[in-house]
């Protein structure tokens, strides 16, 4: 058995090294990252500039109003704004005045002063801001004057309606609301602790639909290739050479464990490339717009400020299994390659791994694996040691914090053992099919062959 590995670091070397000085495989890549790294950050900058920016409010300039009042109820002090807190309006000195005319002409004496025009409107009072003919500022700046009025006439209105300073102060009392929320044991939950919970429940849903259309395409997009690889040497005619210098199942782990490296470096360094360009756009809003409402910033932010959401071993041996099951189904591609006799034949002995993912997710589906909000139930643990359904959910409660390290890592290494055997299969069934002509055998044709030739 020691005979049948001897030869795979070789083979895993001369492969990694034909892949990696492929040009337009390296082309491909660093284009893609680029791409990825550029996009999103821009897009995310363009559309908080297509936005506008948020309206800043000028500095008051203003330091007297004159007010004329000129509705039918009681003039009211308008002094009181001042106590408000509100920065740059807590200095104003207000005066009533008997008429528009009396507040213009005592304006035109304080350069940084207005007249304040208090009216009966058809909906209510209507309040109108004029500056002097000498003011000392232009009449723009005092749109933020006219924005503070519009928030705190309330203030105005209410006394206006005869309601005194205790009753003004119980109808404009905030009310605060508290909830606590049970967590597992009878524990009441930190308000901080409540949002990690339902960040997790949010993800509970969406983790296992990421991951498992992830791996889904990973598999689609490159065990085609892995496939091909395998069957190269057959049509480039050294299959005979290559078997004197190497066994068949050193030849085949050495090949898949190479692509399957490849193609590893290239997703995670897209995925870096990505990640980096969110950060990168985070950024760029921010410097676009300190005050920025976009959900998928304050979405992101967020999540940075939830300490504890996944445990880093969780998240190793989340990834670790992920790599796992790729390599899974790269060893199911590798028996496809090793059964075609031509690229043509791919189709339809690739039906293997493919079936193989299809048949996983739907048990995963129908036997309640995507329910992680009841993954305690028990009912679902038999998918946690089956590799091909184990790669699909057991990374998500890996991350969730819904099994123990030692199950991902038993998971982890059955999941390793069963592509491994896949392999070594893959290996006979290689150098079984050397000298074979003809259409691709049939899964019971092939085990027949299998067992005539122990």
Known sequence: MKNQWKGVGKVFAFT????????RWRMATILVAVLLALLPAGIMALVELASGAPAVESENPVTQIFVADE???????????????????????????????????????FPHSAVLLVEQGDTGLSLTLLSPENAAYPADELAGLEQFF????????????????????????????TQQVQGEGGQTLTPQQQQIEMVRMVFSVALPFVLIMAL?????????????????????????????????????LGKVFALVCTRLFQLCLWVAALVGSFGAGCALVKMVNPMTQNPLVLFLDGLGEMDGLFSPGGWALALLLLAAGFFLYCS???????????PEDLSSTNLLFTMALVISFFCVLYGGGMDLMNAGSGGMDWMNW??????????????????PLWMGACSLLLTVVCSLLLLWLAGRVYQLMALYKGNPPSLGKLFGMLKQNK
């Open 150 to 177: 519009a928030r705190n006439s309330t203030w105005i209105l209410l006394e206006k309606a005869g309601l005194d300073a205790s009753q003004l102060t119980a109808l404009t009392a905030s009310v605060e609301s």
């Open 16 to 23: 990694f090294r034909h892949k990696w000085n492929d040009r």
């Open 386 to 403: 089956v590799p091909f359904t184990s790669i699909l959910i057991t990374p998500s409660r890996l991350l969730l914090g819904q099994i």
């Open 332 to 342: 199911l591609a590798a028996i496809g390659g090793a059964v075609a006799g031509k």
């Open 216 to 252: 889904y395409f990973m598999v689609l997009f490159y065990g085609q290739g892995v496939a091909n690889n395998v069957l190269m040497e057959k049509n480039a005619k050294l299959m005979d050479t290559l078997l004197l210098a190497v066994r068949p199942t050193a030849l085949v």
């Open 71 to 109: 509705t039918d109820t009681a003039p009211v002090d308008w002094n009181q704004l001042n106590g408000l807190g509100a920065e740059g309006y807590t200095q104003i000195q207000y005066t009533l005045c008997d008429s528009p005319e009396q507040a213009r002409q005592q304006a035109e004496s």
